[in-house]
C-alpha cells in the first residue's frame, strides 16, 4: 500500500485463540481509497485478548504517517479499553479500580503510543454478522494460527454469506445465576450454574466479604461468563430485576451519558457493570428473567450455594 497517499483508512481486526489461552492468531485488513492490504501472524501460547490487541498495533504500525483512521473490531475489551478505561489506568499507574494491576499492560501501552500517530475513530462490529471485512479479518487470523500448528483446524471457518452457519454451530449454554448478601451491605455470596450441551454442568461459586445483593447478583453472572472458554450462545437467566433491567435497558443509556443516571448521579457499581459489558461483547447474549420461586434445579441450586457461600463468610470459614 503507498502509504505517502494515504489520508483516510479504514481498518479491520480481530484475533482469537483455541483453546483460550493457548495457539492464536491475529488479522487486520488495511483499505484507503483503491489499495487494500492484508497482515495476520500468529503466536504458541497468548490468550483472545492479546490477539485482538496485536492485531489493532500491527494495523496501526503499518501506517508511516499521520492517517485519519477508522479502526472496526468485534472486540469489547479492545474499543472499550482503548475509548473508556486506558485513561483511568494511567493516571492510577496502571492498575484497576480493585487495585490489581491491569492485564496486557505491554501491548496496551503499545497500542496507546501507536494510536497517539493518528487520529483514530473506535467502532465496535459484532461478529459473524456478515460483514465481508470483518470476516476477512477473522479468517486471516485463522489461517495464521493453522500455519503455526501446522494442521487444519477444529473451529469453525466461514466468509460472508456462510455466516448465518457459523453463528448456528455456536455451543448454546444457559446460565443461572444468584446472588446473596446477609445485610446490606453484608457478607456476600455467589453462585452460576451453566448447563451446556447434553446437559453436562459445571458449577460457580465464591463469597465477597462484604457485599450488597445487586453486586452479588452482577457478579454472579459475571462468573458464568468468565468460565465459558469459547464463543457461545448463552441464555442468562437471572431472577434480578436490577441485573436484567441494567444490562437490556439501562447500560446502553449509562454509556452514553459518561456513566450518569437519568438524575445525573454516578452509576452504582460501574467497574462491575464494565466487567460485565466486556464479557457480553464476546458471546451472543440472551437475557431471561425468571421468578426467585422458579422450580428449575439449576436456578435453586445456585441460590442455595449462594446463601450458602455468604454464610460461610459470616461464620468465618
Not at 460472508?160 to 453484608?186: K, N, Q, S
Amino acid at each position: 500500500m503507498p502509504t505517502d497517499e494515504i489520508s483516510h483508512v479504514e481498518i479491520y481486526t480481530d484475533g482469537g485463540c483455541d483453546p483460550n489461552p493457548g495457539p492464536g492468531g491475529w488479522g487486520a485488513v488495511l483499505v484507503s481509497g483503491i489499495y487494500t492490504k492484508e497482515l495476520n501472524g500468529a503466536e504458541a501460547d497468548t490468550t483472545n485478548n492479546r490477539m485482538e490487541l496485536t492485531a489493532a498495533i500491527s494495523a496501526l504500525r503499518m501506517l508511516k504517517r499521520a492517517c485519519e483512521v477508522e479502526l472496526y473490531t468485534d472486540s469489547q475489551y479492545l474499543r472499550r479499553g482503548i475509548t473508556e478505561w486506558l485513561e483511568g489506568w494511567r493516571a492510577s499507574g496502571w492498575r484497576k479500580a480493585n487495585g490489581k494491576p491491569v492485564e496486557n499492560v505491554d501491548l496496551w501501552q503499545e497500542l496507546a503510543s501507536e494510536a497517539e500517530r493518528h487520529q483514530v475513530s473506535w467502532h465496535w462490529l459484532k461478529g459473524h454478522r456478515g460483514h465481508p471485512l470483518n470476516e476477512r479479518a477473522d479468517q486471516l487470523a485463522s489461517e495464521a494460527r493453522r500455519r503455526l500448528l501446522g494442521g487444519p483446524l477444529q473451529a469453525v471457518e466461514v466468509e460472508g454469506e456462510d455466516a448465518d452457519t457459523a453463528e448456528a454451530a455456536l455451543p448454546e449454554v444457559a446460565i443461572y445465576a444468584r446472588g446473596c448478601a446477609l445485610g446490606a451491605p453484608g457478607p456476600g455470596g455467589y453462585a452460576a450454574i451453566l448447563v451446556g450441551p447434553g446437559g453436562q454442568t459445571q458449577v460457580i461459586s465464591g463469597k465477597w466479604p462484604l457485599a450488597t445483593s445487586n453486586t452479588m447478583e452482577l457478579w454472579a453472572v459475571i462468573a458464568g461468563l468468565r468460565a465459558l472458554k469459547r464463543r457461545s450462545r448463552v441464555t442468562a437467566h437471572t431472577t434480578s430485576k436490577y441485573v436484567f433491567m441494567g444490562a437490556t435497558r439501562w447500560l446502553a443509556a449509562w454509556e452514553q451519558h459518561n456513566w450518569l443516571t437519568k438524575e445525573g448521579e454516578p452509576v452504582k457499581n460501574k467497574e462491575i457493570w464494565l466487567e460485565l459489558s466486556y464479557l457480553m461483547g464476546d458471546h451472543d447474549l440472551t437475557w431471561k428473567a425468571i421468578s426467585g420461586r422458579d422450580r428449575e434445579p439449576a436456578n435453586q441450586q445456585a441460590a442455595q450455594l449462594a446463601r450458602r457461600e455468604a454464610e460461610n463468610v459470616k461464620q468465618g470459614q
